[in-house]
């Protein structure tokens, strides 16, 4: 989820406005930056049960440490931090949130190297430790709580989260496991124009099932074996289709720009929107009609419209940068390695071009075909025809995915000597994906069900050992 922003009041009269705001997000080439966001489940370190926000245990105290010792400013809502930030040496922002379900989120800064990535990471990792530890929790690393019934998992006093809880109800049988269930890792891009924008769009949505089975670590549900790999995938395939999943204009083979993906967020139903810092329930309202019609004496504002386009939830997703949003949370090298890997791919046209290619002779239906045989079985899922002679698994697909990402981010490391996009050894932060296509094990999703099953089914310490 993303944290919020300063509201801006500008009346929307035009279209223009609602491209504008994309637009607003070019740059120039040697401008581009890579952002990494990732969450971890917080959990009492005595008996691995969830953590509540109150208490001496609690989600507000690892606020209160984390602002007390390390510079962070908090924000409140009521009386609650449910976010803090801060600057980096380059006055660059690094904000700390909360999920609805207590995962704790950080929003790094964008950098240009990986070895900038890392260093934040580590110093992220280090501060939270020690004050988790000080108050009794641990953060674990893994893209879904196997451990824990639904009701298990108390809410976050967050306003915005008892709006979206109440209509994802209405919408889906899986938001709420969503909502307090998962964690993620993601990569926030640059685009050079609007072309680029929809070709990385374009390529990041047809190629992300295949990230999806790299990155799957969570094949545990209520502390028996899910059916899924990525038990996280398989809790969007039903939160709401409105505003999740693949969609169809994303990937078609022309052109689509701005204003396409402005014509997708005003069809798609609203959350909320923010007068003076207060939510006001809208969901399941259209944005087109609130922008038409206005809403109890309140009209449609830019700042109604960024709100908005946060909660769209596709797989690859159009703010003033591109997120990618398909994989799992998991180990720290994977922290890492997710970055690294769309670096490399979206960065560089070749390789750009190379990935894309992949999957050139599938349909958008086999494409979607894809993802559900990534999410169930990861690495070893078949791969549907692609016009190959023989069948293809996804871990063929990846394999040449983490070589074509490496060939990129050479090639980035070398293009402009004033100032590279890469550092010269960046192609390291991709082995724990080669070590993942060459183990023992199907994929590392199936080793971490091994290791469940070596535990005797004991979930609790199996989660307490993907501790980060």
Not at 295 to 304: E, F, K, P, Y
Request: aromatic share 10%.
């Amino acid at each position: 989820m993303s944290r919020d922003q300063p509201e801006d009041a500008e009346l929307i009269t035009s279209m223009d406005q609602l491209t504008g705001y994309f637009r607003a997000g070019i740059k120039a080439p040697e401008q581009r930056r890579v952002g990494m966001e990732h969450e971890k489940f917080m959990l009492r370190a005595h008996d691995a049960s969830a953590a509540p926000y109150e208490g001496e245990s609690g989600i507000g105290r690892l606020f209160e440490g984390m602002c007390a010792r390390f510079g962070y400013e908090p924000a409140f809502d009521g009386d609650n931090i449910v976010a803090a930030v801060r600057e980096n040496d380059e006055g660059l922002p690094e904000a700390l949130t909360i999920e609805p379900g207590g995962q704790f989120e950080l929003s790094g800064a964008p950098v240009r190297w990986m070895r900038d990535s890392e260093i934040e990471l580590d110093r992220h990792l280090a501060e939270v430790r020690e004050i988790a530890q000080e108050i009794g929790l641990v953060g674990v690393g893994t893209g879904a709580n196997g451990l824990h019934d639904l009701d298990d998992v108390p809410w976050m006093p967050k306003s915005r989260y008892g709006i979206m809880r109440r209509y994802m109800s209405q919408v889906g049988t899986l938001g709420h496991w969503m909502m307090k269930m998962t964690c993620t890792v993601q990569a926030n891009f640059d685009y050079t124009s609007e072309q680029d924008a929809a070709d990385m769009l374009r390529t990041a949505l047809w190629i992300s099932p295949i990230v999806s089975a790299l990155f799957a670590t969570s094949p545990i549900r209520e502390r028996k074996p899910s059916g899924y790999m990525s038990t996280r995938c398989f809790f969007w395939t039903d939160t709401d289709k409105d505003r999740c999943g693949f969609p169809p204009f994303m990937q078609a083979e022309e052109d689509f720009g701005f204003e396409a993906y402005a014509n997708y967020a005003l069809d798609v139903p609203m959350y909320l929107m923010t007068r003076q810092g207060r939510y006001i329930d809208m969901a399941g309202h259209s944005f087109r009609r609130f922008l038409e019609d206005g809403h109890q004496g309140h009209s449609a504002t830019m700042g109604d419209f960024a709100l908005h386009l946060s909660t769209l939830f596709p797989e690859v997703r159009l703010k003033r940068y591109i997120e990618v949003r398909g994989a799992d949370c998991g180990p720290r090298g994977n922290l890492l390695a997710l970055p690294a890997l769309w670096k490399g791919l979206l960065y560089d046209l070749d390789a750009r071009r190379a990935a894309r290619d992949l999957l050139s002779g599938m349909t958008f239906e086999a494409r979607e075909r894809l993802f559900t045989h990534a999410i169930r079985w990861s690495l070893d899922g078949p791969v549907p025809d692609t016009g190959h002679k023989s069948p293809r698994t996804i871990r063929d697909l990846a394999s040449d995915l983490i070589d074509i990402a490496a060939g990129g981010l050479d090639r980035l490391a070398l293009a402009d000597p004033a100032a590279p996009l890469a550092g010269p050894d960046e192609r390291r932060y991709l082995e724990p994906l080669r070590a993942a296509i060459e183990g023992p094990a199907a994929s590392p999703a199936h080793a971490l069900l091994e290791r469940w099953k070596a535990l005797g089914g004991d979930t609790a310490a199996w989660m307490l050992e993907q501790a980060l």
